[in-house]
């Protein structure tokens, strides 16, 4: 109850009937890997939508060119599938592929406003990000996240940090009250591992 779940295009296209696994309005994560068509995001968005499910595409930036190319795509989703939320990544791409290189810089562009986006949810990381802190700190990490923070108390949105999914609780108890501590106030949701192989 109350849980969401990830899909990418590809696995979707496998699954018959969602309706037969998910209860009616679970949020559905669109797992945006780089080379997925933007086609094929909107199609499996407009799919899981028509039936009935909270849909939430990721919108990695750094896939993204420019505020243009943003707004096509939000026009896209919202015209053809209903979307009114979206996850917003840096995007693990080492270069690029034009202006936008964070979540911030996406939220920085007014369009989740303008669009009359419900939601948006943003990374947490728990356990740190060695791609934002090569140093092993957790400074810029905080740094953003207080950035984040005013821009929840200024944006029409409802704003949560979404996690990775973790497999030990403490890490995340612990990081849970540093943001508190930091007057970080977004809402947590806990990655929870399921069924997992090994490596």
């Not at 296209?13 to 086609?39: M, N, Q, S």
């Not at 990081?175 to 007057?183: C, K, N, P, T």
Request: hydrophobic share 45%.
């Amino acid at each position: 109850k109350d849980c969401s779940i990830e899909v990418m295009p590809r696995t979707a296209a496998k699954v018959d009937d969602f309706k037969a696994i998910l209860a009616p309005g679970t949020r559905v994560y669109i797992a945006h890997i780089e080379g997925t068509p933007i086609d094929e995001m909107v199609a499996t968005a407009k799919r899981l939508s028509d039936d009935g499910f909270a849909v939430m595409p990721h919108l990695p930036a750094r896939i993204i060119a420019d505020a243009a190319m943003l707004e096509d795509w939000l026009d896209r989703y919202q015209g053809e599938a209903g979307v009114e939320q979206a996850l917003l990544l840096a995007g693990g791409v080492n270069q690029p592929h034009g202006t936008l290189t964070s979540s911030m810089d996406m939220m920085e562009t007014g369009l989740f406003d303008k669009k009359g986006f419900k939601r948006l949810h943003v990374a947490g990381h728990p356990e740190g990000n060695t791609d934002i802190d090569p140093d092993g700190s957790d400074a810029n990490v905080m740094e953003a996240l207080r950035w984040k923070q005013r821009f929840a108390e200024t944006s029409d949105a409802e704003m949560a940090l979404t996690t990775q999914f973790c497999f030990e609780a403490e890490p995340v108890i612990a990081w849970a009250d540093r943001l508190r501590d930091a007057g970080i106030t977004i809402p947590v949701h806990i990655g929870v591992a399921g069924p997992a192989k090994l490596q």
